[in-house]
């Protein structure tokens, strides 16, 4: 099977070392797959476009906390993005020109906008991978603070990270120092994939819950939890032998899974053992 244009793309993409990785191209080439119309170029000259905007804003004296509140000014006051609240799961707040367009979106998405601004006004930031929200922070050593793109450009220290993680399940959780490290872009476009499958799969749009798994296993090739997925979603659509095979490639790469006993029953049933 021949793979759509804008699958090649991405794959080229992030075929290049992790520091040569343009995010921005490599997102608005998964959102080309789901709209085939789309036109990296024009929205790459939207990102420039306010970035020129923004350095006209910068203050005098470029201090990262003067920076990060020109850049809040422009971005939610005069632009008016902000993180979509009203509807979360809505699978446009995940693609990045659907995100300029309506300028809203969910966390990842919206500080996938800010990051690329900040970046072409040489204000290096990175990603944040905190479980179940993303930040982002200035890539100064100790910095110390970190910025919820989701929420009009917050300013957070640590303590207000550890907050925020109980906001989201509900329930006391340890913040580890782990939950505050940078993320590569490689993890940055998987979770943005991961995304995108779980709300496929919430509307159940298995074939486009497929595509993200297998993209999200072109950037991680060796991911078994992803290989097990879809052999989970090929076995729910009565894909039988394409389960199969996934199920069989996920227990040779972990025999001892936990969840293996489950897999092995499913193989049994399709008269794979």
């Known amino acids: 099977m021949d793979l759509p244009r804008s699958r090649q793309y991405f794959s080229q993409e992030i075929s290049q070392p992790d520091q040569q990785i343009n995010l921005a191209k490599a ?53 008016g993005f902000t993180g979509n609240t009203d509807n979360y799961y809505d699978p446009r707040n995940s693609y990045l020109n659907k995100v300029i367009d309506r300028r809203t979106g969910i966390p990842i998405t919206v500080s996938l906008v800010y990051l690329e601004v900040a970046r072409r006004i040489d204000f290096p930031m990175v990603g944040v991978g905190m479980p179940g929200h993303f930040l982002i922070r200035p890539e100064f050593e100790d910095a110390g603070i970190f910025v919820d793109a989701f929420d009009s450009g917050k300013i957070l220290f640590p303590e207000d990270c550890q907050e925020r993680l109980t906001q989201v399940y509900g329930q006391p959780v340890t913040l580890q ?67 199969g095979d996934d199920f069989e490639t996920y227990l040779a790469k972990v025999p001892d899974a936990s969840d293996a006993p489950v897999i092995h029953r499913l193989l049994n049933q399709l008269g794979r053992i």
């Open 27 to 79: 997102a608005l080439y998964i959102a080309q797959e789901e709209y085939p119309d789309l036109e990296p170029d024009e929205y790459l000259n939207a990102l420039d476009t306010m970035a020129s905007e923004m350095v006209k804003r910068l203050p005098s004296q470029r201090y990262p906390l003067r920076v990060i509140q020109s850049i809040n000014q422009y971005l939610y006051q005069d632009l």
């Open 177 to 243: 120092p782990e939950f505050l490290e940078s993320i590569t872009p490689r993890q940055f476009l998987a979770r943005m994939l991961t995304n995108l499958k779980l709300i496929y799969l919430r509307q159940e749009e298995l074939e486009l819950a497929i595509a993200a798994v297998e993209r999200i296993l072109l950037v991680f090739p060796e991911a078994p939890g992803e290989l097990r997925d879809r052999g989970l979603i090929y076995y729910q659509m009565g894909r039988w032998a394409a389960a």
